[in-house]
Each structure stands twice: as C-alpha cells, then as structure tokens.
C-alpha cells in the first residue's frame, strides 16, 4: 500500500527535506525525457506538423517530441468538401489550446467565442475569420467570434482600396489589434497579417526561384505603366507596359486581362524596404513567349502574299504588324498603282486590314519591306488583252496641265490627251470645259507597254488618221490647201 506524505513521521519528514537532490539515475531519465518531449508550445505558436493519422471528425497531427495535436477535420476540407490532406503531409497551423494534456491546433480562431479568446489571439497575434459586414466611414465593420469590430479602410489591404464595397460579404483573416470593454470595442487589422504572409511566402519564393526563370503567373491588377502578376501567394512583380507583348502596346488591357494566367520571365530582383513589400520583381510577358524574328525567315520569304494590320501611318508610308512583334514598311512608292499617293492614310489607315507582299526580309536588322500595289496586282500586265490602238474608249479627267489633261482609262491605266490633240475635236471648247472626275470619249492613238504610256486622242477628231478612215486608206496628194481644201476637192469629185 502506498504511503501518503501526511503519514510519514515529523522527522522523517525532517530527512525527506534534508535530502541534497535526485539521484544520478533519476537525473538521467529526466533529461533523457526533457529532450524527447522536446520544446514546450504555447498558445499562439505557429507550427509546421506532420499528419499522423486521420479520424471521422480530427485530424491528428504529431509537433514534434512526445507532444501531439489534433485539429477538426471540418478546417482542412477544400472547396469541394475534400479533405486537403493525407497522413505523412506536413501543415502549418496554430496552437490555439494547450493544457489538460491536450493540444489543439488550426489554420486560425473560430468565427464563434468569447471575449477571452479575442484577448488571447490579440496577446498571441492568432488569426480570426471575420465576414465583412458594410461598408462605413473611414473602414469596415467586420462580424469576428459574434462580435462586430471596425477595420480601417487602409489596413484592409496591401494595396491601395479603390473600390471598398467589392470586399463586403468576404469571410477573410484577420489580426485583432484592440479589444476593450469586453469585446465591445474592438479593432481589426488585415493588412499586418497579410504583410506577415507575404514575408513568409518570400522567402520560400527566393530559395526556389532564380533571374532568367520563366514562371506561370496570375495578372491581378492593371495600371497605366504595366500589370501587377502574382506569382506566389504574397508575392507579385510587375511587367512594364513596354514587356507585356511584341507589339506596341498603348494601354495594358489591350495584351493582358485581370485573372489571366500567363507565362512570364523573371527580369531582376531587388530587395527593398517594406513599403513595397520587401521585393522589387520585374517581369517580361513578351520574353517568356520568345523572340519572333529568331524564326522570321522561316516563316516569311519574298514574294509571299500575306495579310496584316496597318498599326501606324508616317509621311514616307505605312507600318503593317503581320503577327506580334513582326511589322514592315509599306514604303508611299509601293502603295497603290492605281492612283498617285501624297498621304499614306489615303489608301490605309492605322487599324485597317491590308493584303501585301514582302519584296524583302531583313533579320539582322529586323526590318520587312512589304508591297501593297505588288498584292493588288499590276494592271498593266493585262492592258494588252484590254486596249489596243484605234480604239475608242469611255475614260474620265484625272488631272489638267498645261500641255494636256491625264484621262483615266482603267484602275491604274491613265493616257495623255495632249493639247494639240484637242484642237482636232470637233468641238474643242467642249473639252476645255471638262473638269476633273469629268467623263470623255477618247480614242488610242498609240500603246507603249514598256514605257508605260498611252497616247490619246478625240474620239471626234478630224486629224490625218480620221481623214484616212473616211477616205478608205486612199493616199492622194494635195496642193498645199490643207484638210479644208481636201474635203473642198473631195467634195467636188462626188457632185461629179
């Protein structure tokens, strides 16, 4: 039977008391046990725990030492009502409950409690769930643990809050920074944890991750100088508006949209001060796709007929983007060969679709020379089948000058109508009066394909040719009178 101390003798209790320590042996089991049981955990701890077993309502989880824990299962399941765990996983959560020879741990303090627990995850800077209520002035009001509490509008966020109503309804984290009066006055801080977060999440990003790198990222928000991307949770860089696409881009959201995933390169990584979240990360959208041009000549060779977006217009042409980040010049001269060009908006205008042919493909210094006329088709191969000498043809006065008017005959065909040719039409002054767009008969006098140029005359003219055609060829001398004396002398043969 055992023996109470209340029983022993008043002197052997002078003994017990006069006893120097422990014995060598039982020291030995005590450190041997202090170091298995390892480290005491207190409440507010965050710790990184292995799953040890799983049960129908907890999840039992060993911290290390002698010492384990068990959190709800209910916290662990996903979106799907899945639970996002197996044994031999290791979590991080937080010692919300230690003593009576339990250890309870989860990811933060439930929506329901009281006002000792706010005050214990205040003293133990513990996460708490809190649904945002409403908006109101200078912040929110926030529902944690049956209790409403006010966050200011500036720690809600890492970044600035533009538009406070669209964080209403949310079930988030928090930190609480004040209590008093019982719970009746009681302030939230998002920011502080997410700034906390963020660390944390940087330093497992920059053990991972290297300058040159290309990762996956999600564009979360646009500004007019380039998208923020988050790459990890906590963790976002910024493409330049000048890195968002081969092409020139004007505003972000013409290449990239809010919630997109997407490639990006890692440009450069500086540490800096807190204000921007300890990290500087510039990224590239452009450079992650690749360069186009290293590949321009297999895809493009002279003579091609391709189609391409017209994205600038300058005095000396056009600039036509045939794929992102490859563009040419469509040089004034190769615009048109039906019309003379003076602006190259009048033929193409930025925005506009085109057809054109490359002449050139320059990779070394990036450069296409393209053809718009050329992609048209030249006219001219196909005038002999169209005009010949002789013929009389409906054309219309595209210019006037001093030694003649420029007769359209056909998209891109124009013939000179000289001015000594309109003094043989019947009626002359007829002709003077033409103005520009004006119809006119004429007739082919001659066709020099080669130099490209048609001579024109009257369709009514009463020149040597006409005179040949009323007389049926005939060649007869005359005495010097002219045209008039030679119709006078035919005449005359006929009354005969």
């Known amino acids: 039977m055992a023996t109470r101390k209340n029983d022993i003798p008043d002197d052997d209790e002078d003994d017990l008391d006069r006893e120097e320590g422990p014995s060598p042996e039982f020291a030995s089991l005590l450190e041997s046990y202090i170091s298995d049981t390892g480290s005491e955990v207190r409440v507010g701890d965050k710790v990184s725990s292995e799953v040890i077993a799983i049960g129908q309502d907890s999840v039992y989880i060993h911290i290390g030492g002698k010492e384990d824990g068990v959190v709800e299962r209910i916290e662990l399941l996903d979106e799907n009502g899945e639970l996002a765990c197996k044994v031999g996983d290791r979590l991080d959560l937080y010692v919300v409950h230690a003593g009576d020879g339990e250890i309870r741990l989860s990811k933060t303090i439930a929506i329901s409690g009281n006002a000792d627990m706010l005050i214990e995850a205040r003293q133990n800077r513990i996460p708490v769930e809190g649904k945002v209520v409403e908006v109101c002035k200078g912040g929110f009001r926030v529902q944690v643990m049956g209790h409403i509490a006010f966050c200011p509008v500036s720690q809600m966020d890492l970044h600035y809050v533009d538009k406070p109503e669209t964080y209403v309804g949310a079930v988030l984290e928090f930190l609480i920074e004040r209590v008093e009066s019982r719970g009746r006055n009681l302030v939230v801080n998002r920011r502080r944890l997410l700034e906390r977060l963020r660390a944390e999440e940087q330093e497992k990003f920059l053990s991972r991750i290297n300058t040159g790198d290309v990762l996956t990222g999600k564009v979360v928000r646009l500004m007019p100088f380039g998208a923020f991307v988050e790459l990890a949770p906590g963790v976002e860089g910024m493409a330049h508006i000048s890195e968002l696409g081969w092409s020139r881009v004007a505003d972000p959201s013409e ?47 002279p003579g091609d007929k391709v189609t391409g977006k017209v994205t600038r ?76 000498a002789g013929q009389i043809v409906s054309g219309k006065v595209e210019r006037k000058a001093e030694f003649g008017y420029f007769i359209n005959l056909a998209p891109g065909i124009t013939g000179l109508l000289h001015r000594s040719r309109i003094e043989t039409a019947a009626d002359p002054q007829a002709i003077d009066r033409l103005k520009i767009d004006d119809p006119v008969m004429v007739r082919i006098d001659a066709l020099d394909l080669q130099e490209r140029k048609i001579t024109l005359a009257p369709a009514d003219g009463t020149d040597a040719a006409d005179w040949k055609t009323f007389s049926g060829g005939e060649k007869e001398k005359t005495s010097g009178l002219g045209s008039l004396g030679e119709k006078l002398q035919a005449a005359m043969k006929t009354r005969k």
């Not at 204000?275 to 796709?289: F, N, R």
């Open 255 to 301: 290449a990239v949209t809010v919630g997109q995933s997407l490639p990006v390169k890692i440009l450069t990584i500086e540490k800096t001060g807190s204000k921007t979240g300890g990290l500087k990360i510039s990224l590239s959208v452009k450079q992650a796709a690749g360069d186009p041009w290293t590949s321009v000549t297999e895809k493009y060779k």
């Open 313 to 388: 217009c300058a005095p000396f042409g056009a600039f036509v983007e045939l794929e992102p980040g490859i563009e040419g010049l469509v040089h004034i001269s190769e615009m048109s060969y039906t019309r003379r060009v003076v602006k190259a908006e009048d033929v193409a205008k930025p925005g506009d679709t085109v057809s054109v042919t490359i002449t050139t493909v320059d990779p070394i210094n990036r450069r296409l020379s393209l053809s718009i006329r050329e992609a048209e088709g030249d006219p001219w191969l196909t005038i002999a089948n169209r005009l010949t």
